[in-house]
């Protein structure tokens, strides 16, 4: 979409398909360049002006026709299609996806493999809390995780309300191989505020890098 005309993603905005499967067909190209695996098909805002509820079944009803598409579409390229939930409680209070329980409902009348839930733990927190629990029941569906501190949203190891080493233990324990992006705020330079990650190794009895030391 159009950020200039208030736009955060199609896929869920009736009348706008067109512009979604435009959207699409650049997202592959860029993905298949880059060797990016994986797209997030965002679903996009409520009208502005528009009842919540009273647009809910069309916008539901356009994101799920959308979804089919794209994973298809992306089924062909060998790509997964992600939908993240934002929160609508301080973030963007007009984003139409905005709860794991939704986006799982919405997954499971999709129906395709090739789409993946992308699991950004601080929306989980704002919205429902309750992060291991949501965990393990949707672990089957989780194609990528996000973190960021609640509620300063920034780096994990800053002060807030998640203890982000059990959570990398609990993805660890439940079997989760893929990346964990950090998509925060640095409270300062970028590289200095990756020392969480350094201490977090060392913890865990590893190199920086996240190689085993008896191994070396």
């Known amino acids: 979409g159009d950020p200039r005309d208030g736009e955060l993603g199609l896929a869920a905005v009736p009348g706008r398909q067109e512009a ?6 650049a997202a592959v190209c860029y ?14 805002r409520v009208p502005l002006g528009a009842d919540r509820a009273a647009v809910a079944g069309e916008m539901e ?18 790509m997964i299609g992600l939908v993240e939930p934002i929160n609508s409680r301080i973030t963007d209070p007009r984003y139409f996806l905005n709860t794991p329980h939704q986006a799982a409902a919405i997954l499971e009348k999709v129906g395709r493999p090739s789409l993946k839930l992308q699991l950004d733990l601080f929306h989980c927190q704002i919205m429902d809390g309750n992060l291991s629990s949501n965990l393990e029941k949707y672990f089957p569906l989780i194609g990528h995780i996000q973190i960021a501190q609640v509620p300063g949203r920034h780096e994990p190891d800053s002060p807030g309300e998640l203890n982000y080493n059990y959570i990398f233990e609990l993805l660890e324990s439940l079997g989760y191989s893929g990346y964990v992006g950090c998509e925060y705020a640095p409270k300062e330079d970028t590289l200095e505020g990756l020392g969480w990650l350094r201490s977090y190794w060392e913890s865990r009895g590893l190199q920086h890098g996240g190689t085993s030391k008896a191994a070396e």
Do not use: S, W
């Not at 979604?20 to 067909?25: K, V």
């Not at 009803?61 to 060998?78: G, M, P, S, V």
């Open 20 to 25: 979604f499967r435009q959207g699409l067909e």
């Open 31 to 44: 993905g298949r360049t880059l060797r990016c695996p994986r797209i997030h098909l965002m679903a996009g």
């Open 61 to 78: 009803t356009t994101f799920i026709e959308n979804l089919r598409y794209a994973a298809d579409l992306l089924a062909q390229e060998d």
